[in-house]
């Protein structure tokens, strides 16, 4: 059974940096695409960014592009989500989660696996 965990949410000052963390355990990372998914308040759950099973492709929503980088280190069965320039629309429960097909994507509908979720408030 494919287990993620999320780690590195906390509060941040507009224009502020974090680090998100996944975890992942069970199964080897690197049979898995991985992505990230934020729900705000009130909001329906959105697609953030995905990570290949390989690390070689990536994709961002456009409202992070730019601002947002993933990266994956399978040795350590970890995904993380760097995030610059964090305005208080990033607010939101930030969720990773696993799928084994043959690219990435953030269409929450294709992940089968999903971890407990992190809270970011970027806030003054």
């Known amino acids: 059974q494919l287990q993620l965990v999320e780690s590195g949410g906390g509060l941040v000052q507009p224009g502020g940096s974090l680090r998100l963390s996944c975890v992942v355990s069970?199964?080897?990372?690197?049979?898995?695409?991985i992505g990230w998914f934020r729900q705000a308040p009130g909001k329906e759950r959105e697609g953030v960014s995905c990570?290949?099973?390989?690390?070689?492709?990536?994709n961002y929503a456009s409202s992070v592009k730019g601002r947002f980088t993933i990266s994956r280190d399978n040795a350590k069965g970890t995904v993380y989500l760097q995030m610059n320039s964090l305005k208080p629309e990033d607010t939101a429960v930030y969720y990773c989660a696993a799928q084994g097909l043959y690219y990435c994507s953030i269409f929450q509908q294709e992940y089968s696996y999903w971890g407990q979720g992190t809270q970011v408030t970027v806030s003054s």
């Open positions: 069970g199964l080897p990372l690197d049979y898995y695409n």
């Open positions: 990570i290949s099973s390989s690390g070689d492709d990536t």
